[in-house]
């Protein structure tokens, strides 16, 4: 790997700014993922049927049956809520250990921020929290904005941090830009036309093809990098 790519900004000022821009995140993402856990925990002791319960929730029939079996829903909440905190637990273990090696380079930054905000973001529940907390829907936007960022990030900068090739950069401004825009519709800031929603999967899924061409194409061509 080229050493330009994992050594630090050079300028203090610069590090700095970095390193409290990725424990702002981590925080936000932390503190985010713990509030989902709560309502969570929460959801999953009370029986439940339909669209709008929580995707983990049971229904009374499936209760009784826990009951039968010796396990109450307090016993089903904390088993399906350990096994989420189990996941972000291991993500952490693993983002402690590459700050630990990396915890001065650039890749060391973007790598553990990485694991940290990916399986939280795909985890935790927006819509939950916000439907709960009706005063976290600007900053749940942005911090889902910021996982997005962080995730398309990834797939188009790992492992070198350079877009390759140079023109990639073009599809991953526009990917980003199509999740977050069917992010501002499912959160009622816009209203698309009806050609655009028809449009706008087919089209995102042909830019994530892309960007898994291009790791392809990247590891195939500058292994070396």
Not at 105 to 133: C, E, F, K, Q
Not at 190 to 204: D, K, N, R, S, Y
């Amino acid at each position: 790997m080229n050493s330009a790519q994992i050594t630090p900004p050079s300028k203090p000022f610069l590090q700095w700014i970095s390193r409290a821009t990725w424990l702002l995140i981590a925080a936000a993402d932390l503190a985010f993922f713990v509030l989902d856990l709560g309502l969570d925990y929460q959801q999953l002791l009370e029986p439940c049927e339909g669209p709008d319960c929580n995707y983990l929730s049971i229904s009374q029939a499936e209760i009784d049956v826990l009951e039968s079996w010796g396990l109450s829903s307090q016993a089903y909440s904390l088993i399906m809520n350990g096994a989420t905190v189990l996941g972000v637990a291991a993500s952490l273990v693993l983002v402690i250990l590459i700050l630990w090696n990396q915890g001065d380079t650039r890749i060391g930054w973007a790598v553990s921020l990485t694991l940290l905000v990916i399986p939280i973001t795909m985890i935790s529940d927006v819509d939950n929290v916000v439907a709960h907390y009706p005063n976290l829907l600007i900053p749940s936007t942005i911090l889902s904005g910021i996982g997005t960022f962080v995730l398309l990030g990834f797939l188009y900068l790992f492992p070198s941090g350079r877009f390759y090739p140079g023109w990639a950069f073009m599809p991953f401004i526009i990917s980003y830009l199509v999740f977050e825009m069917y992010s501002a519709e499912f959160n009622s800031f816009i209203t698309l036309p009806a050609f655009i929603e028809q449009i706008g999967a087919p089209v995102l899924l042909l830019l994530l093809a892309l960007a898994g061409g291009f790791q392809i194409l990247r590891y195939r061509r500058k292994s070396t990098l």
